[in-house]
């Protein structure tokens, strides 16, 4: 397994308010370590906001004190914990400074442990796996589009096109009852792990990301292909993947 990730300012941002952490190797207990974060807020609060965000998982994780007591199956339960940390940094930081009151970020983090990857996620960043078969979105989006569409008072159609499309419903930093999804998924025959922002899953399709994560070449040029790609396609927002081959 190997994975390389990349993030680009695209073309109609001045700022980059993703940040993404990218580790082969193990990170505290964890045998490896992914994360995507899209940051929201006026001025650089966005940026604040991600970049804390991820920071703050990354040494949590680090630096946990009893790391020789986690094993795999509590590897779900040390992320969460993480981001919790994590989202009560971000909101003291908005409350000790008005400048960056408002401001949000996803997350979007997983670790690959035998069969299995193990993820959290808040927001409308991305999962996706990509089999020999096809390709899945893993995460649901937390968007009120979404909620439209599971509830069935609106198209795939006229979602794509619907003004309140980038409405996410759920984000850390925001102040409130803090929720996010967790889950573990086989890997099976899966070849590949896409994590991304929306700045590059709205720019491309699922056929155009599986054709470009199925060329035969190395990761870290098929990720930057993405981000490529997706400036091509517009580049209306900043644009983060992270592209872990399994297979």
Known sequence: MYAAGFTDTGNARSINQDAI????EPVGPLPNLFIVADGMGGHNAGEV????AVEAVVDYIRKFKVAELVQ?????????????EANSKVCKLAEDNSAMEGMGTTLTACTITGEKVIIIHVGDSRVYAISPSGITQITNDHTHIEEM??????TAKEAATHPSRHVITRALG???DFKMDGLIYPLGDIAAILLCSDGLSNMLNNGKIKEIVDIESFVEHRAKLLIKE???????????????DIK
């Open 21 to 24: 952490f990218v580790a082969n």
């Open 49 to 52: 906001a991600s970049s804390q």
């Open 72 to 84: 795999p199956d509590n590897y779900l339960d040390l992320l969460v914990t993480a981001a919790q």
């Open 149 to 154: 569409l599971q509830a069935g008072q609106i």
């Open 174 to 176: 925001v102040p409130g």
């Open 230 to 244: 997706a400036n091509a396609h517009g580049g209306h927002d900043n644009i983060s993947a992270i592209l872990i």
